[in-house]
């Protein structure tokens, strides 16, 4: 059974930076692409950010490319989202998905991934 555990959200003022992490278990986690997703108060779950299996591919959402910055660590199974210059409307539970199927090309739509975490809240003041 797939596990993601989110790690490292928090409260943070506009212009600060976080780093929330994503430790993964019961799959092979060199072979699977990840992506981190969003979602605000009132609002759809929304993409933030994807890498590939390979971490050769890394499609951003417009509103966070220049600002976030997703990586993977193969050796510890873990997805990390280095998030800088972060504004009020960053605001927002960010949740870690593995894709559904290993290998193959890069999804940013949410039927694309088949496992999710719990969530970690990030909250960026003004």
């Known amino acids: 059974q797939v596990q993601l555990v989110e790690s490292g959200g928090g409260l943070v003022q ?3 930076s976080l780093r929330p992490s994503c ?22 779950r929304e993409f933030v950010a994807a890498i590939s299996w390979s971490g050769g591919s890394k499609p951003y959402a417009d509103s966070v ?6 990586s993977r660590d193969n050796a510890k199974n873990t ?4 998030m800088n ?4 409307e960053d605001t927002a539970v960010y949740y870690c998905a593995a894709a559904k199927a290993a290998w193959g090309t890069t999804g940013t ?4 991934f088949g496992s999710w975490g719990q969530g970690t809240q990030v909250t960026v003041s003004s």
């Open 14 to 16: 506009a212009g600060g």
């Open 85 to 88: 210059s972060l504004k009020p």
């Open 109 to 112: 739509s949410q039927a694309y």
């Open 65 to 70: 490319k220049g600002r976030f910055t997703i």
């Open 23 to 44: 430790a993964a278990s019961g799959l092979t986690f060199g072979s699977y692409a990840m992506g981190w997703f969003r979602q605000a108060p009132e609002k759809e």
């Open 79 to 82: 997805v990390l989202l280095q």
